[in-house]
T-cell receptor, first 115, second 110 residues
Framework: GAGVSQSPSNKVTEKGKDVELRCDPI?????LYWYRQSLGQGLEFLIY????????KSGLPSDRFSAERTGGSVSTLTIQRTQQEDSAVYLC?????????????FGPGTRLTVT | AQRVTQPEKLLSVFKGAPVELKCNYS??????LFWYVQYSRQRLQLLLR??SRESIKGFTADLNKGETSFHLKKPFAQEEDSAMYYC????????????FGGGTRVLVKP
């Protein structure tokens, strides 16, 4: 079946602009995660959605970052007033449940470049 | 706070030679340890997890709680093993999210 998909695959934006990154999880997966992969910081957790529970936002680096998940499926990560240090690959993952026994399946990522 | 350390950024070995990727962690509680792999132009994927105690593609990893390590080993490296490898940790205290190490690039030369 279809895996996790993300769009766009590449995004170039000017400093100060807002961007939206989209994630379509695997159908039926209740848990959804956003991670960021950058040169200086490696792979870092951003935010986690599980079912109807309040999201775990503990990894968001600043209040310019926000995410929502509509209808328990598609998620959008929004970065406001982008800065050059936001340049990274943003990865989305989904899993069948939120427990540790469930494998996280990753999308191909969105490469964000802030000029 | 949890932390995962992969001391080697690059490992270069010849085909048929053994390869060992080091991973050390710190975590308060009972951790779940994973190895993820990213082949060129492919997405990140799970290679193995310690609770499964299985060998995948000839790779094994043993959780050593005394040394807080989860090293990945393969006795005979193949060219198709060339990839980026990430050690990751999770657990109930971590809210089920993954904490990754910095990654080790493995290059298997013919």
């Amino acid at each position: 079946g279809a895996g996790v998909s993300q769009s766009p695959s590449n995004k170039v934006t000017e400093k100060g602009k807002d961007v939206e990154l989209r994630c379509d999880p695997i159908s039926g997966h209740t848990a959804l995660y956003w991670y960021r992969q950058s040169l200086g910081q490696g792979l870092e957790f951003l935010i986690y959605f599980q079912g109807n529970s309040a999201p775990d936002k503990s990894g968001l680096p600043s209040d310019r970052f926000s995410a929502e998940r509509t209808g328990g499926s598609v998620s959008t990560l929004t970065i406001q007033r982008t800065q050059q240090e936001d340049s990274a690959v943003y990865l989305c993952a989904s899993s069948l449940g939120g427990g540790l026994s469930y494998e996280q399946y990753f999308g191909p990522g969105t490469r964000l470049t802030v000029t | 706070a949890q932390r995962v350390t992969q001391p080697e950024k690059l490992l270069s070995v010849f085909k048929g030679a053994p390869v060992e990727l080091k991973c050390n962690y710190s975590y308060s509680g009972s951790p779940e340890l994973f190895w993820y792999v990213q082949y060129s132009r492919q997405r990140l994927q799970l290679l193995l997890r310690h609770i499964s105690r299985e060998s995948i593609k000839g790779f094994t990893a043993d959780l050593n709680k005394g040394e807080t390590s989860f090293h990945l080993k393969k006795p005979f490296a193949q060219e198709e093993d060339s990839a980026m490898y990430y050690c990751a940790l999770s657990g109930r205290a971590a809210g089920n999210k993954l904490t990754f190490g910095g990654g080790t690039r493995v290059l298997v030369k013919p």
